[in-house]
């Protein structure tokens, strides 16, 4: 099956600059997640989706940060306007079932690594 | 709130030879899920194993095993005959029953040497 995908793959822009990411989930994964992970930490939940409701976004800086997944399927995540702090990698990951997360792994795209200048 | 611990930020071993990364987490709960995660240059994390802290035995996954304590809130991870494939950062993570969200340590990076 195909993974998730992520574009771009590298993104470098100013700070107080906007800038969008997209995830293309597995095909049928209800789930979506996007993460941030900045260098020399682990990844840290941004967002959850189910379908095309949020689940959780208590960590999502929702002054800067925002996302949507119209339809259920695909996703963005926009920072706008963005900051130095905001330079990480911000990857997406997809799961078939909520839930019953044990039988129902994590798939993690790629990522994009952003630097913010 | 839950925390997840990984107090050796490189670890080196050579090929063929065994290698065990560590790990600690603080929960008050009394069931979870326990995972080790792989992530190569290419960023992709990749699942490697997994525990139900209910279980017992410990997990196994070919070359990859897991040595869980439950009253310590240890979760080690043992790569047995190690490869140049192994080379990669290393992230337990932790989550609780009825949730999807993951808790990640800050990783262990893992030197293979010929």
């Known amino acids: 099956e195909a993974g998730v995908a992520q574009s771009p793959r590298y993104k470098i822009i100013e700070k107080r600059q906007s800038v969008a990411f997209w995830c293309n989930p597995i095909s049928g994964h209800a789930t979506l997640y996007w993460y941030q992970q900045i260098l020399g930490q682990g990844p840290k939940l941004l967002i959850q989706?189910?379908?095309?409701?949020?689940?959780?976004d208590s960590q999502l800086p929702k002054d800067r940060f925002s996302a949507e997944r119209l339809k259920g399927v695909d996703s963005t995540l926009k920072i706008q306007p963005a900051k130095l702090e905001d330079s990480a990698v911000y990857l997406c990951?997809?799961?078939?079932?909520?839930?019953?997360?044990?039988?129902?792994?994590?798939?993690f795209g790629n990522g994009t690594r952003l630097t913010v200048t | 709130a839950q925390t997840v611990t990984q107090s050796q930020p490189e670890m080196s071993v050579q090929e063929a030879e065994t290698v065990t990364l560590s790990c600690t987490y603080d929960t008050s709960e009394s069931d979870y899920y326990l995972f080790w995660y792989k992530q190569p240059p290419s960023r992709q994390m990749i699942l490697v194993i997994r525990?139900?802290?209910?279980?017992?035995q410990n997990a196994t996954e070919n070359r990859f095993s897991v040595n869980f304590q439950k009253a310590a809130k240890s979760f080690s991870l043992k790569i047995s005959d190690s490869q140049l494939g192994d080379a990669a950062m290393y992230f337990c993570?932790?989550?609780?029953?009825?949730?999807?969200?993951?808790?990640f340590g800050t990783g262990t990076r893992l030197q293979v040497f010929p």
């Open positions: 993570a932790y989550r609780r029953i009825n949730t999807d969200k993951l808790i």
């Open positions: 525990q139900e802290a209910y279980k017992q």
């Open positions: 990951a997809s799961s078939l079932t909520t839930g019953n997360s044990y039988n129902s792994p994590l798939h």
């Open positions: 989706f189910q379908n095309n409701g949020v689940v959780d």
